[in-house]
C-alpha cells in the first residue's frame, strides 16, 4: 500500500440504514441516500431550513491504483469518513457495495 486518501462527508440528520457506498462497474465511488423531512414537535414552525431533503448521488472517479475490496466507510455523529487505500501497481476490481460500519 502507498498511502490512504480520505474523504469527510456531512450528513447530520441521517441514520446508517439512508447512505450507500458502492464503487460501480466504472470505477467510480458512488454515495447516495435519502434525506427524509422530520416534523419538530414544538410550538414553533419552522420558516427556513438550511438543510434539503430527498435523494442525492454523488460520483467520485476512482484511480486505477484503488483496490474496492479495500475501501472502508464509518458513519458517526453525521459525518461519513471514507478511507480509500492507494498501491503502487494498478489494480481494477470488481464492482462492490462497501458496508457503513457505524
Known amino acids: ?11 447530520v440528520g ?3 440504514r439512508d447512505i450507500t457506498v458502492e464503487v ?14 422530520k416534523r419538530l414537535k414544538n410550538q414553533w ?13 454523488r460520483e467520485f472517479p476512482l484511480p486505477p491504483n484503488v483496490s474496492a475490496a479495500d475501501i472502508t466507510a464509518i458513519y458517526h ?16 476490481s470488481a464492482p462492490r457495495k462497501i458496508p457503513v460500519i457505524v
Open 14 to 16: 441521517m441514520k446508517k
Open 45 to 57: 414552525d419552522i420558516r427556513i431550513q438550511e438543510r434539503i431533503r430527498g435523494k442525492f448521488k
Open 77 to 92: 455523529n453525521g459525518i461519513l469518513r471514507v478511507a480509500i487505500p492507494k498501491y503502487s501497481t494498478t489494480t481494477r
Open 1 to 11: 500500500m502507498l498511502n490512504t486518501e480520505v474523504a469527510y462527508f456531512i450528513n
Open 24 to 37: 460501480d462497474d466504472n470505477g467510480k465511488l458512488c454515495i447516495s441516500g435519502e434525506r427524509v423531512k
